[in-house]
């Protein structure tokens, strides 16, 4: 921050002095600011007093000297206090009460007390952000910027990166809209934006920023730490891209600025001992990165540090790779340690806890003891409570999604302690134990958005406040699909106005979350099913099969109403490669039945045959699929070695995504039996990929032959009837198109007969925003139930989308169905289903029935039959669903008690 001129000689001297130290020797900058300071004081003169620490603050900000920053800002604390009054009635009072807090942000961020700092520069942009352009200086325009950065590097340190790239990417477009000739500003932002890439894998991404930063800051003799960083960083991405030549050139650029004991110092020896990994030289590596540690210790004057347990948890993994187990479990141990003591730091310290958590189990594994099972158990489960109280921290889906990502390893590591257990002990707790992970790593996201509806429903939130919050999520909706699909020009004043409407958003929720905390107790409530309260869901006929699809090992279990079982099967590419194959030759009709038939008695063998084997009873088979198993349609695998006899034929099949969700989903019951069907024709469609359905209003008015309702056909079915009669129908039949959107899955798409004067797609985004009480929607379409695949989640598709907006059941097709083999099988479908048979028993008979009827002809291909699938609610429609009802009792029961999933602790 600039200092005042004074008539003082003395003091200009004392000035110039100061400046010409403030890089390059703290103690005379501190010498000479404190000499102003002191002067100023004398004078009562407290504005300008104030401006000399906040220069001693980016003083010590700029060499790490938080003790210094720690002392200046009491002090400022001190003369704000004092003299409040005095400096309100400034005409720069903002800037002095702005600069103030943008330093504490600083203070609090280097400690890492990321709420505190978090504040500060909310406080920042709440104070800033509201002045009119005309009235924005030099100093308001960099306080705004820098508070910017600062939320994202908070939110990028967390791990919520999609909301750190939206602080970024608002930030660029301030300073190109209100202080372009600031490059200095500019690149720093673009080497903040590269580092966020580089955190997500993005090597390529992130280098084209830093080398354009770096090369900036180079030419124009830039901050040397600036300078030091992009370097560092750059060496490290070009060691993950294996070019060690680049990496090379850019340590030398980093040694050559990097001056003796500098606080970074530690940095280069990590670019080092990357380098050295890179070469398979891990004695070498091993050295420097102690180095690293030693110096990183230093730093924090031997007190514990995030960054200290960092180091730790980097030569932990060093040697676990070089198969030295002892001394990687020592070193994560020593990095939990220093964690946990840094009492202070504990809500920020838990990303890098739950890393340590992760590799520490996967290590115990590996040592494949039972003393070390048992402590795998024990360390899987702090995580998971770490990784609990995180979730609620996580506002942006796609950081979720990569938080759930990052956690997987986890759950595959309890899951095989628990195998293992089970193995050693024949105990079947230790089932309990895996399928409490497995349900751990399944449905996060959706599963909490059900909950969220459900304390929305049972909470006392005011209703303007929830208008309030469904109108903002309705206007991002549109405005993303505005910015993705280029309708709308100026798109930097969209992104502009999408960056302020969610940022409206999350702090609505943070309102309500605040102030309503049974709200928020329903809505992040971590329980998931316990293997017992789900058994006691099923019915005598029932199996269920949940699977984890993990990095080394497949896993099944299967339970019925007594009893449970596990099996494992060694993960390969072999593996993956028959289960893609597989699908590809299910969703082709012109893929030889024999081949398949081969095939499928493969995986029939692999995946179903160990799970269904001891329970010689069970006819009805509830299906929760893992990974690439969301693909098959278990009904089309083949029993027999030397014949061909689909398992459909004699096997009931549902599907799933969780247990826990299946429980919630059985929770009521809906008697609105009347059925809305939708069928257009597209004949008016100027949309190439949207082609006629000829059989689809033949399809929607047979199955009205079953239930009463209501069709909509041709010309009148359009988006906007839809939208009118939905909530008058329990089951809604949708005969339509549908089309995926892998790159941008919220803009996949149903699509309604074209009306020029109304839009007629919607889109998975939209019914995030939809509220309907079916017990049924049917999705006749193409790939209704594919998208993009995500690990826990399953496919985020628009069946999915379906069950945010609270349907109970979704009927849906894993590829491209032939609309006349369709029409013959939803006939039978409904039939069976006004027949009062559960929804899988009614699809099941309708498939068989297909099958028959067409077994001397090219139609009993599985292309044409077996796409269709069936899950959530199985229940039949005129059920009142009692079992299910009193098994979600029993697991509120367990909510509301607050008993663990363990019956003996780990």
């Known amino acids: ?94 800037v002095y009460k702005n600069s103030i807090l943008y330093d504490k942000g600083v203070y609090y961020f280097e400690t890492q007390s990321y709420a505190q700092s978090q504040k500060a520069f909310q406080d920042i942009i709440t104070s800033l952000d509201s002045l009119p352009d005309t009235l924005h200086i030099k100093e308001t325009s960099d306080l705004l910027s820098g508070a910017f950065n600062f939320i994202a590097k908070i939110n990028s340190e967390a791990g919520r990166y999609n909301v750190a790239e939206q602080y970024y990417q608002k930030n660029i477009r301030f300073i190109l809209n209100n ?43 830039g901050n040397n730490n600036t300078i030091i960083s992009l370097s560092q960083i750059l060496a490290n991405n070009y060691i993950a891209l294996k070019q060690p030549d680049s990496a090379n050139y850019y340590m030398q650029v980093l040694k050559n600025h990097l001056p003796v004991k500098h606080p970074l110092e530690n940095t280069y020896y990590n670019a080092k001992a990357k380098l050295y990994l890179d070469q398979q030289n891990s004695s070498l590596a091993l050295k420097a990165y102690q180095k690293a540690l030693d110096l990183t210790q230093e730093k924090w004057n031997n007190q514990p540090h995030p960054e200290v347990a960092e180091y730790h948890h980097k ?26 003591q840094n009492n202070s730091q504990l809500q920020s310290n838990q990303p890098l806890l739950v890393k340590v958590l992760k590799d520490k189990a996967i290590a115990l594994n590996q040592v494949a003891t039972k003393e070390a099972y048992t402590n795998t158990t ?52 230790f089932i309990e134990h895996a399928f409490f992970y497995s349900e751990k790593s399944k449905n996060t996201l959706l599963f909490e958005a059900l909950l969220s509806a459900k304390a929305t429903k049972f909470s006392m939130i005011p209703n303007e406040l929830l208008e309030n919050e469904k109108q903002l999520k309705s206007e991002i909706s549109r405005l993303e699909k505005n910015i993705i699909s280029g309708k709308q020009n100026n798109n930097h004043a969209l992104k502009d106005k999408l960056f302020e409407l969610k940022k409206k958003h999350w702090n609505i929720i943070k309102t309500i979350e605040t102030n309503h905390k049974d709200y928020y107790n329903l809505k992040y409530n971590t329980q998931v099913s316990r293997l017992n309260a789900f058994q006691e869901t099923l019915q005598e006929e029932d199996l269920a099969i949940t699977y984890f699809y993990g990095n080394h090992a497949l896993y099944c279990i299967s339970l019925n109403q007594n009893s449970a079982s596990i099996h494992k099967v060694k993960m390969s590419e072999a593996l993956n490669n028959k289960i893609v194959s597989a699908y590809k ?36 088979l509830i299906v929760i699929p893992d990974g690439l198993l969301n693909y098959l349609p278990f009904g089309s695998f083949n029993t027999q070695k030397d014949g061909l006899n689909y398992l459909i034929t004699h096997k009931t099949i549902g599907y799933a995504n969780s247990a826990t969700l299946l429980m919630q989903l059985g929770e009521t019951s809906i008697s609105n039996r009347n059925l809305l069907a939708l069928a257009p024709d597209f004949k008016t469609s100027n949309n190439k990929t949207l082609l006629p359905l000829p059989n689809n209003k033949k399809e929607a008015n047979v199955i009205l032959n079953y239930f009463n309702g209501k069709s909509l056909i041709g010309a009148q079915a359009t988006l906007n009837h839809f939208l009118q009669e939905n909530q008058e129908h329990g089951i809604i039949h949708l005969a339509t198109h549908a089309v995926t959107n892998d790159k941008h899955p919220e803009l996949s798409y149903l699509a309604f007969e074209p009306d020029t004067n109304e839009e007629n797609l919607l889109y998975v985004s939209d019914l995030y925003n939809l509220e309907l009480r079916t017990e049924l929607v049917t999705l006749s379409a193409c790939e209704s139930g594919i998208g993009e695949l995500k690990r826990g989640e399953g496919f985020l598709s628009l069946a999915r989308g379906f069950y945010f907006s609270g349907t109970k059941s979704i009927a849906s097709t894993l590829w491209k169905i032939n609309d006349g083999a369709t029409a013959k099988i939803m006939d039978g479908f409904y039939a069976y289903l006004s027949q009062g048979h559960p929804k899988h028993v009614a699809l099941q008979k309708a498939k068989v029935n297909f099958i028959a009827d067409n077994k001397q002809n090219a139609l009993v291909h599985p292309y044409y039959w077996s796409g269709f699938i069936v899950s959530g609610n199985l229940s039949a429609i005129n059920e009142t669903q009692t079992h299910y009802v009193w098994g979600l009792i029993a697991f509120l029961g367990l909510v509301a008690f607050g008993i663990t999933f363990l019956k003996t602790k780990p």
């Open 315 to 340: 030569i932990g993994l060093l040697h676990y790779n070089n198969n030295n187990l002892e001394k990687s479990i020592l070193n994560y141990n020593l990095a939990i340690a220093t964690l946990n």
């Open 1 to 94: 921050m600039a200092q005042p001129s004074s008539e003082s000689l003395d003091v200009e001297t004392l000035l110039q002095k100061a400046y010409t130290h403030f890089y390059t020797n703290q103690d005379s900058a501190y010498y000479y600011f404190n000499k102003i300071k002191t002067h100023y004081k004398n004078e009562n003169q407290w504005e300008h007093a104030i401006a000399s620490l906040i220069s001693i603050n980016r003083v010590a900000s700029y060499n790490y000297n938080l003790n210094k920053m720690k002392s200046s800002l009491n002090e400022l604390d001190s003369i704000w206090v004092n003299h409040e009054d005095y400096i309100q009635a400034l005409p720069n009072h903002l």
């Open 378 to 429: 024990k360390t899987v489960q702090l995580a998971i409570t770490a990784l609990d109280s995180l979730k609620p921290t996580f506002k942006s889906e796609a950081d979720k999604l990569l938080l759930i990502e990052d956690a997987f390893p986890l759950f595959e590591a309890g899951i095989e302690a628990a195998y293992q257990q089970y193995q050693l002990t024949n105990d079947p707790a």
């Open 179 to 221: 202080k372009p000739e600031d490059k200095t500003s500019l690149y720093i932002n673009y080497g903040l934006l590269g580092d966020l890439y580089s955190r997500t894998k993005a090597y390529k991404k992130a280098n084209l920023l830093f080398k354009e930063a770096l090369n900036y800051n180079l030419e124009n003799k």
């Open 585 to 620: 030759n299910l969703s082709s009709p012109q893929s030889q039945v024999s081949v398949l038939a081969t095939a499928t008695h493969e995986l029939y063998t692999l995946l179903v045959l160990p799970a269904i084997k001891p329970y010689k009873k069970a006819q009805r």
